[in-house]
């Protein structure tokens, strides 16, 4: 019999996934997961359709390489936030 069965799993969202949300006054955070930093920004930046200097960005955690170098060990996460315009 499997233990399993009768327990809700909890679901995983894969590394591509964003997360989106709003802070106060209507700004518009978005956290993103990448291989590297550089390429979380670029996803992000992407997905606002804004230009970096339109945005905050928050280093959340720092890509990790794995044995031998290898990327994507860990993976890079940053939060961005568009500035007010006011």
Do not use: C, W, Y
């Not at 327990?7 to 700004?27: I, M, T």
């Not at 518009?28 to 230009?51: D, F, Y």
């Not at 960005?57 to 170098?69: A, N, P, T, Y």
């Amino acid at each position: 019999m499997n233990k399993k069965a009768g327990r809700k799993q909890p679901r995983r969202l894969s590394p591509e996934k964003l997360h989106a949300g709003r802070a106060g006054h209507g700004k518009k955070i978005i956290e993103v997961e990448a291989v590297t930093i550089e390429e979380a920004i670029r996803k992000a930046l992407k997905t606002l359709h804004v230009k970096k200097q339109e945005v905050i960005i928050d280093v959340l955690k720092e890509e990790h390489k794995g044995l031998f170098g290898m990327q994507g060990a860990h993976q890079a996460k940053i939060r961005v936030t568009i500035k007010d315009h006011n």
